[in-house]
């Protein structure tokens, strides 16, 4: 079985983006992003309502990092210490060498293929670092967007479970997509 530890923090690069720890210094921008219901509409998790809330998830990424239960990177290009966005390694198994990734960015960074370019590095990081034998990723199926990005980096989808998750009075579909370590 696997065995995880963040400690030190890994620091990321790609051409372009520089992924290193997010901190309370982030807490407007992941404000933008968890209280927008736009950047929200596929994630189906209450929306934060202030600065606080933005700090208890700030915190909460933060405690699962030390615990190492779980992984995410603040998104910010090389040349500036603005977030972009979160992307990270959810609901680690161990047990299964089988990660889940995701990801959000703010609106004006969409379309500029920093989340490709943040996925293919976890990627690598996943399989070569974390020993990963694959890596999962959890949408709605219609978050096109979503599914373009994995596409584009190799995923393939794996299944698509109907009405399988109750949010806010609603059965909702989620779809599966995995790349495997070949």
Same mark, same amino acid.
């Given at each position: 079985? !696997? ?15 520089? !992924? ?5 210094q982030d ?19 209450? !929306? #934060? ?13 933060? $405690? ?9 990177? %603040? ?5 500036s210490s603005?977030?972009?966005g979160i ?41 070569? $670092? ?9 949408? %709605?199926?219609?978050?096109? %967007? ?12 794996? %299944? ?12 909702? $579909?989620? #779809? ?7």
């Amino acid at each position: 079985m !696997l065995e995880f530890n963040f400690s030190p923090f890994p620091i990321l690069e790609t051409e372009r983006l520089l !992924l290193d720890s997010i901190s309370e210094q982030d807490v407007n921008e992941v404000f933008q992003l968890r209280s927008n219901p736009e950047t929200m509409k596929y994630i189906p998790r209450p !929306l #934060v309502k202030d600065n606080e809330g933005a700090l208890e998830h700030i915190r909460m990424i933060l $405690d699962k990092i030390t615990t190492n239960e779980g992984i995410n990177w %603040a998104i910010r290009f090389k040349s500036s210490s603005k977030l972009l966005g979160i992307i990270g390694f959810y609901r680690l198994q161990p047990e299964n060498y089988r990660a889940e990734i995701g990801y959000m960015i703010l609106p004006e960074f969409h379309g500029k293929g920093i989340v490709p370019e943040a996925v293919n590095r976890l990627i690598k990081y996943g399989f070569k $670092d974390l020993k990963l034998h694959s890596i999962e990723a959890v949408i %709605a199926p219609e978050n096109y %967007a979503s599914e373009r990005v994995l596409q584009k980096c190799g995923f393939t989808k794996e %299944a698509h479970f109907k009405e399988s998750e109750f949010y806010e009075g609603k059965f909702l $579909d989620k #779809v599966i997509y995995s790349l495997l370590n070949n």
